[in-house]
């Protein structure tokens, strides 16, 4: 394992040490827990969202902190969820007495040690809900899943939940325009090379020079199934037949679009699947309103990418517009 | 025959040990069908439980239990965190107050984790999950004990049965957590959760056999 850290244990301490030297005026950090909460936090009169997960995904979660998106982020092992005593922690300091909404990734870990820390402040009397949010289309539901994965269509969560809890929104009304964005949000990656979790220190799959893994998760664990190579083109159709379909998205729709790299996969790559995304979509006369190529939810240095489409209406495209400053995602 | 609050306290410190031993393992056969972790973040845990064990290694076994639930909650982090966390607590529940177990105690311990279990993870046998070591393992030592086999040959049994609910899970497809979504790619493979779950009772049952030596 050839990897630019001290100690395979202190990966994430130190990884948000030097996220808080970085952007000192953003963010600071809770006492004795892996919690990044927004500077000002609590925010009086604002709802508190809070989200996070594995380490691993960076910029994702704590990028995401700041004016406009989340209050705070549970920073977990490296893509293991965090635990519901951090989780616990981050929703009494975010809780600016309007009650804090939970954004939570679809797996069953998170699932379960958010809805843990949800039980333990609700019993100090403060008002929690929670989204889960499922816009992995590569898993069918089906006896096996527990629902779909939430991937990186996550920050568009972030984004827009974050917009109406800024306007001063009620409790509710963030939950129900977070529930919005799920409901019109679908996404699916794939992976050229697998990734190494520090603490195992070899990766976590292996792929020959010649295959790829379709319809892998954020979390290095293999996708839905294995085939040989293809060029961009093809796999951004083989992508997007699935996306397009699973809404469906139709004729005269407006969407945004993300096109997401997961760790080691070029600039000018994506740029070449965005061109591609760009193709297929006029070819189906969906609109696409907002673009952003990047990397937004990455799976330590995997190669590969997802691309995430998100159905607009007015509401949504406001919100999606409105400002936002934070680390990771800065709009004007 | 009764356990001791001794006796918990070093097979806690044995299951400590085992987990250590079979972190890679687990770590292993989680990479074929999961994020390849759970060893790495058990291990972390009964780390972590070792650590703090002299803050509460004074007091009763329900409260030891519970402690030790509270740590694995608030250190192992993504499903088997939780899960294990209830387990242990909900056994400490059970045996509040008490310093030494009998069999009909450490029947309603391991009813009681199993359930908490079965709640928190929204499981049942067959999901291939933990559930299926532990189960079979509860249904064969309680029908041993009524039988009148005594512990140690009761536990054995049940440890086998654990054992035979692992190599069951290799069968059989994924219905809960990150190997779900593997479907039926998932079959072929042993179901690391069940395998931690076996190593624990494992555990229980070699340390009961040195015992009675």
Known sequence: ?332 | MLLTKSDVVNILDDIVKIVEDNRQYLTELDAAIGDADHGINLDRGFKAVRDKMPQFSDKDIGAILKNVGMVLVSTVGGASGPLYGTFFMRMGNVVSGKNTLDENDIIAMFEAGLSGIKERGKAQAGDKTMIDAMEPALNELKRALSEGRGLKEAIEAAANDAYNGVLMTKDIAAKKGRASYLGERSIGHQDPGATSAYLMIKTVADYVDKLQQ
């Open chain 1, 1 to 332: 394992m050839k990897k630019l850290i001290n100690n395979p244990e202190e990966v994430v301490k130190e990884m948000a040490s030097g996220l808080l030297y970085a952007y000192p005026t953003y963010l600071r950090k809770l006492d004795n827990v892996d919690v990044v909460v927004r500077k000002s936090s609590p925010v009086e009169g604002k709802v508190g969202l809070v989200s996070g997960g594995g380490s691993g995904h960076e910029p994702a979660h704590a990028g995401y902190v700041g004016k406009g998106m989340l209050d705070a982020a549970c920073l977990g092992a490296v893509f293991t969820s965090p635990t519901p005593d951090q989780i616990y922690e981050a929703i009494k300091a975010v809780d600016g007495g309007k009650g804090v909404l939970l954004i939570i990734k679809n797996y069953t870990g998170d699932v379960m040690n958010f809805e843990m820390a949800k039980e333990m402040a609700e019993m100090d009397g403060i008002k929690v809900s929670e989204v889960i949010v499922n816009d992995d289309v590569a898993v069918e539901n089906s006896t096996y899943t527990q629902g779909r994965r939430g991937i990186a269509g996550t920050v568009f969560v972030h984004k827009i939940a974050g917009a109406k809890a800024e306007e001063g929104a009620e409790l509710e009304e963030v939950k129900e325009v977070a529930e919005k964005v799920i409901k019109n949000l679908r996404s699916m990656g794939m992976a050229f090379t697998p990734c190494i979790v520090p603490a195992a220190g070899k990766p976590s799959f292996t792929l020959d020079e010649d295959e790829i893994e379709i319809g892998i998760g954020i979390h290095g664990e293999p996708g839905t199934h294995r085939e040989n190579i293809k060029n961009a083109k093809e796999i951004v159709a083989e992508l997007m037949d699935k996306i397009v379909s699973d809404l469906p998205f139709n004729d005269g729709d407006e969407v945004a679009l993300m096109v997401n790299g997961l760790g080691a996969t070029p600039l000018s790559e994506l740029f070449i699947a965005n061109k591609e995304v760009n193709e297929y979509l006029m070819g189906k006369n969906i609109n696409i309103y907002k673009t952003f190529v990047g990397e937004y939810m990455t799976s330590l240095e995997m190669s590969g990418f997802s691309i995430t489409l998100l159905k607009l209406d007015d509401e949504l495209k406001g919100l999606l517009d409105a400002s936002a400053d934070t680390p990771a995602f800065k709009q004007l």
